[in-house]
């Protein structure tokens, strides 16, 4: 099963938590080629769950349903190089459970969205120890119920590795990315569906107009700048091998994030995956990433634990059953801002081709 959300840096927007990374294009340059151009798919189905809500109490945000991820894959490699081309699709509905979805709607059809993530990734091999990985991504969401979540992201990756033994690799790089919602400030369809509403604005008194006309003025002003966010970060990075078949890749980063309509901040990230079989056919892949955010003016702190784990057993050469499981866990200094959790869960069967 391809895992989703292995690239964008900034894209904190969107739902799969899209970050940097770009391992499966990774791939290794060979002198000898059989087959010069490969191409490859996959498809994958089953039941997805997204939760959300407050440490210390109250209701819980719940999504279930089905979920389609087909995919494909053109590569081809030469002598010094390697190229690989990526598409991915998701779609995902799910109806709402729990108390935590407030006035949302919590049908079906209110409640999906449709993924497309295109990629790219060139890799060139300068001699037997130094490699140059060049990587690029672009991410777009668009949701079936709440307009305003829509969002896009893109982000490209340049990074410079140097083997120092045949289980031991380093490297430097950068990575910008951009996300952008298309929430115009005060000018989405819930928006304008619920303040032009002749009942609402002849039930306003005096200081509800104030600020209603305050919003307007605003949303006009920003008619035309979606909310944005640009990302600057540099990386250093460690890849080991253990054993015949395990990996583990680890990296730091620090950088700057710079919003539209919002305070910028200052961004550091430890990053951790092991990837290693369990048995001949399961096999175990799992992060760990620590990040923070602090902005840069005020004293306000803000940090997040990401735990993810992926399960794939393979039936046959084509076939695997997967399952895994993305959580966060997110504090601040902000008194006002509660400790919060969110968990999404993929349980499927996947055909390879």
């Known amino acids: 099963m391809k895992k989703l959300g292995i690239a964008i840096i900034a894209a904190g927007s969107l739902g799969l938590s899209l970050s940097v990374e770009a391992n499966e294009a990774q791939t290794s340059t060979s002198a000898s080629i059989s087959n010069p151009i490969k191409f490859s798919g996959s498809f994958y189905s089953g039941m997805k769950n997204i939760s959300s809500g407050k440490v210390t109490g109250g209701p819980t945000k719940t999504l279930i349903g089905p979920f389609v991820q087909p995919s494909l894959s053109l590569k081809t490699k030469g002598d010094n190089y390697s190229l690989s081309l990526g598409y991915t699709f998701e779609a995902f509905g799910g109806a709402g459970v729990g108390g935590g979805h407030g006035k949302a709607s919590k049908r079906f059809q209110d409640n999906g969205y449709f993924l497309n ?12 120890s130094l490699s140059m990985l060049m990587y690029a991504e672009y991410a777009a969401e668009n949701y079936t119920g709440n307009q305003a979540s829509n969002s896009s992201a893109v982000g490209t990756l340049s990074d410079l590795k140097y083997k120092l033994s045949d289980s031991v690799t380093i490297g430097i790089g950068y990575a910008f990315g951009r996300s952008t919602s298309t929430d115009s400030l005060g000018l989405s369809d819930d928006y304008i569906k619920k303040n032009t509403d002749p009942k609402a604005l002849a039930s306003m008194n005096r200081d509800e107009l ?12 920003n008619a035309f700048v979606s909310p944005s966010q640009n990302t600057h970060v540099g990386r250093a990075l460690a890849e080991f091998k253990i054993g015949p078949s395990a990996s583990w890749k680890t990296y730091v980063h620090a950088g700057k994030i710079i919003n539209v309509r919002d305070e910028d901040v200052y961004t550091y990230r430890w990053n951790n995956d092991l990837s290693t079989p369990i048995t001949a056919d399961l096999d175990l892949w799992m992060r760990y990433r620590l990040t923070f955010s602090d902005k840069v003016n005020s004293a306000e702190l803000g940090w997040s634990h990401q735990l993810r784990a992926n399960l794939t057993y393979k039936l046959n050469d084509k076939w695997s059953v997967a399952a895994e499981n993305n959580f966060v866990y997110k504090q601040s200094t902000k008194a006002s801002e509660d400790e919060s959790y969110s968990s999404e869960n993929y349980l499927g069967v996947s055909y390879s081709f």
Do not use: M, T
């Open 117 to 128: 993530y295109p990629s790219v990734a060139l890799v060139g091999q300068f001699n037997d």
């Open 210 to 221: 104030l600020a209603f006309n305050a919003k307007q003025l605003e949303s006009f002003n």
